[in-house]
């Protein structure tokens, strides 16, 4: 298993603001994922980030609004920009460990709530 | 896009009951992940399944993928209080052309209460 850090675990940002978020792993892996849980809703990817490349961005998610970094292989960090109340969510990074079983884990969120 | 369904929505059991979720795809599914999420918390690996036909047990937890793999059910056995939390099955997106998987997809989640 990982053991996934996030940092900060929770903030309250005013519109128009940034936040950047950050996750760290206890091991090196090569698939980090950004996720954002609105309000009673599931899970929706943002963005899948590997080192060494570009991230990934799904649709509807914009690399102007949700910057990442991928420095190496334990680290990650993700930046919500120029914050509205709609961004307002649990945001959360996941690692994919490589194996035979390719389980996917979870760090434990940043709920972030913009006023 | 791949979508999942979760069923019911939300259960209210009686502690020491049995219970059982389900998770349907429109597609085939690749890859099928289990998890469990207490409120505002992180989510908890649970299981994870690939092969048509394919049962695994953690604890008093069972999870099935059916032989078509288009559904997958999880099952607790003699539920506690402990259980109580939201369930939420994921899938694997189909394999790329060069091969890669991503998962992509989440169900919309089974809220369980156990009342003791």
């Known amino acids: 298993s990982a053991v996934i850090s996030q940092k900060p675990s929770r903030d309250i940002c005013q519109r128009g603001t940034s936040l950047t978020i950050q996750c760290q792993v206890d091991?090196?892996?090569?698939?980090m994922f950004w996720y954002r849980q609105q309000p009673g809703q599931s899970l929706t990817l943002i963005a899948t980030a590997n080192q060494g490349s570009e991230a990934t961005y799904e649709s509807g998610f914009v690399i102007d609004k949700f910057p990442i970094s991928r420095p190496n292989l334990t680290f990650s960090t993700l930046t919500v920009s120029n914050m509205s109340p709609e961004d307002s969510s649990i945001y959360l990074c996941s690692v994919e460990l490589a194996g035979s079983s390719y389980e996917q884990y979870f760090g434990p969120g940043t709920r972030l709530t913009v006023t | 896009s791949q979508e999942l369904e979760q069923s019911p929505q939300s259960l209210i059991v009686q502690e020491g009951k049995n219970l059982t979720i389900n998770c349907t795809s429109s597609k085939t599914l690749y890859g099928l992940y289990w998890y469990k999420q207490k409120y505002g918390e992180g989510l908890i690996f649970l299981m994870m399944l690939q092969k048509g036909g394919e049962e695994k047990s953690h604890e008093k937890i069972t999870a099935k993928l059916d032989e078509k793999k288009q559904q997958s059910s999880l099952h607790i056995t003699a539920s506690q209080p402990s259980h109580a939390g939201i369930y939420l099955c994921?899938?694997?997106?189909?394999?790329?052309?060069?091969?890669?998987?991503?998962?992509?997809?989440f169900g919309t989640g089974t809220k369980l209460q156990v009342i003791p």
């Open positions: 091991s090196q892996v090569t698939m």
């Open positions: 994921g899938a694997d997106r189909p394999p790329s052309p060069s091969g890669g998987y991503q998962k992509v997809t």
